[in-house]
């Protein structure tokens, strides 16, 4: 029984719903929100509980994977090929895995093993066409695809823009992904993935700022090697991970070429002991992170690099003290060069009785500035200082037979906030505070048929400087609502899905940006054993907006696909 809510988005759900990127995957996720610069291949900006993507902390089979420059990773080009499933943990505060994490983690399990090959073909409006492949034998498990589109579409005027048509838009990408897990019964056992992600763009530019010419290409790469040694009550665990991320931008008419190149590697070891009533997990991580900013005509000397190292130790302890009743306790000590020192506690416990279940948790948060927020020429601040918040949540979920409902409170005080202001520098927030209610639910299955609701009501996201007016941050809408009705295959020929999310007004750089609503839909349909032919709308109701000033979503889109699951 864990103490801190946690989703969970499985294959079955990612292959149903046609999601192609990680970012996909987490847009109904309740508490999770996604601000996207357009279509596919477009940047997304996304967040758990109200933190920034630099606030969130993102994992690959438990191993961060953030770029050491921007702190973030772009999900929206992160392929869910060879994805088993997506694990959010929300809740502010990590000891295993790093105090950074703000609002939660995002854990992307790989790893997917098909008994037989898998193979899928799809093509769509706005040029968009991919293929994948997954296969499978004795521990390994290998995945590819390949996806492009054009990307050219016309958007109605708005925001004080006029109407036009977007273009240079375009994207490539292609994905692979290899993974490896012995024998799970041996004493000594071994996992090991390798991934990369590289994606070839058009850069449009924003509508008061196009950059018709601009190109850029990305490579993200991940690859972690794990050795467990297994007692009965026992396993010790010896992990070497690393990612990096090469980021090459050409605009030739605003100063030709500039360039990113990020690496990151850490060892890790872990110790995990378990009792009759409960388990012990201790371990030590050490890692480094640089980045080289070649910034060509936009700064003399052109050449920048940097770099930040982290160790650290902890410990979590996990007891079943009574029928029912579970407590967890843990404390990380780390030291972030050049920025300081840190110990940040964590406390959590859940209780069950009469079927309903209470959990709640505390945790200490330290984000340390990222390379481009403390060293980027023009948009950078090399005087910030790390930002601490302080996190409280509390969960009731309910199950009502194979229905159930939950409703979950969060509160997070920060001081030394880092946000960006209106020129997108980064500054310090002297105090910022954020809370918010997140209700969650779905119904038992009616003739296969289950609808799901998830409310987030973030009431509070205040900058509260002393001396200023309690201003409301950016990207924080108050209230985002998902539907969803879905039926899965059950033995029959059909599958069917509609999702719908309702998203507030939200401020953006001093500006009140309206809402949006969105709906997209699905039907699919099994014409032979390992042959299903679907058919998916994207924002059926052909809603025009621009989730981020000056970026316009398109329009309706469909893709047809063709699968062997």
């Known amino acids: ?11 079955a759900k990612i292959q149903a719903q046609g999601d192609r990127t990680v970012a996909d995957a987490l847009r109904d996720v309740p508490g999770v929100t996604m601000f996207r ?28 994977v953030a770029a050491g420059s921007s702190g973030s990773i772009d999900l929206g080009t992160f392929s869910t090929v060879d994805v088993e499933r997506i694990e959010v943990v929300e809740g502010g505060g990590s000891t295993l895995y790093g105090s950074s994490a703000v609002g939660g983690i995002i854990n992307i399990i790989t790893g997917h093993t098909p008994k037989s090959p898998y193979l899928e073909l799809a093509d769509g409006t706005y040029g968009e066409q991919d293929a994948r492949i997954e296969v499978g034998q004795q521990g390994f498990g290998l995945g590819f695809e390949r996806h492009i589109a054009a990307n050219s579409f016309a958007f109605p005027s708005q925001d004080g823009f006029p109407a036009g ?26 996992d090991a993935s390798l991934g990369n992600d590289s994606v070839k763009l058009g850069v449009p530019g924003n509508l008061s700022f196009l950059t018709p010419e601009a190109l850029q290409a990305t490579s993200q790469m991940d690859g972690h090697l794990s050795i467990a ?18 980021l090459d931008y050409d605009d030739p008419q605003n100063g030709g070429e500039n360039d990113t190149y ?110 481009d927020e403390l060293y980027y020429p023009g948009f950078s601040n090399p005087l910030l200082v790390p930002e601490r918040s302080k996190n409280l949540d509390a969960t009731f979920s309910l199950p009502l037979g194979a229905a159930g409902a939950s409703l979950s409170w969060f509160d997070r005080q920060a001081v030394n906030l880092i946000a960006l202001n209106a020129n997108f520098v980064p500054e310090n927030i002297a105090r910022a505070s954020l809370a918010g209610l997140i209700f969650s639910g779905h119904t038992a299955p009616l003739h296969g048929i289950v609808a799901t609701l998830g409310i987030t009501d973030m009431y509070r996201a205040l900058n509260l400087t ?52 969105t709906v997209d839909a699905y039907l699919r349909g099994r014409f032979a054993r390992n042959l299903i032919g679907s058919v998916r709308v994207y924002n059926l109701g052909n809603e025009r907006f621009a989730p981020i000033l000056g970026y316009p979503a398109p329009g309706r889109t469909v893709e047809f696909e063709l699968s062997t699951r």
Do not use: C
Request: charged share 15%; hydrophobic share 40%.
């Open 229 to 246: 040694r297994h007692t009965p009550n026992a396993a010790l665990i010896l992990s070497f991970s690393g990612a990096s991320a090469r």
């Open 466 to 517: 002393p001396g200023q007016p309690a201003v409301r941050l950016d990207f924080e809408p108050v209230m985002t609502t998902t539907l969803g009705l879905e039926r899965p295959f059950a033995g029959d020929a059909f599958a069917f899905g509609v999702n719908a999310q309702i998203r507030g007004p939200h401020n953006e750089s001093g500006v009140l940006r309206d809402g949006d609503t």
């Open 1 to 11: 029984m864990t103490t801190r809510p946690t989703y969970v988005i499985d294959r």
């Open 165 to 190: 048509t977007r273009t240079n838009d375009w994207a490539q990408a292609t994905a692979g992904r290899l993974d490896y897990q012995s024998n799970p019964n041996s004493s000594y056992t071994f």
């Open 262 to 371: 990020d690496s990151r590697t850490q060892v890790s070891l872990r110790d995990v002991v378990a009792n009759p009533s409960g388990s012990l997990v201790a371990g030590a991580d050490f890692s480094r992170e640089s980045a080289l900013l070649n910034l060509g005509a936009f700064s003399v000397p052109p050449l920048a690099t940097a770099a930040l190292a982290q160790s650290a130790v902890y410990a979590q302890y996990r007891d079943d003290i009574a029928k029912g009743v579970v407590v967890t306790g843990g404390l990380r000590g780390e030291h972030d060069a050049p920025q300081g020192s840190v110990l940040e506690p964590s406390l959590g416990t859940a209780f069950a009785f009469a079927g309903a279940r209470l959990s709640a948790n505390y945790a200490g948060t330290f984000r340390v500035p990222t390379i």
């Open 37 to 64: 610069y357009g279509a596919f291949g477009a940047q997304a900006n996304y967040g758990v509980l109200g933190a920034t993507s630099e606030q969130t902390l993102v994992l690959v089979n438990g191993f961060p």
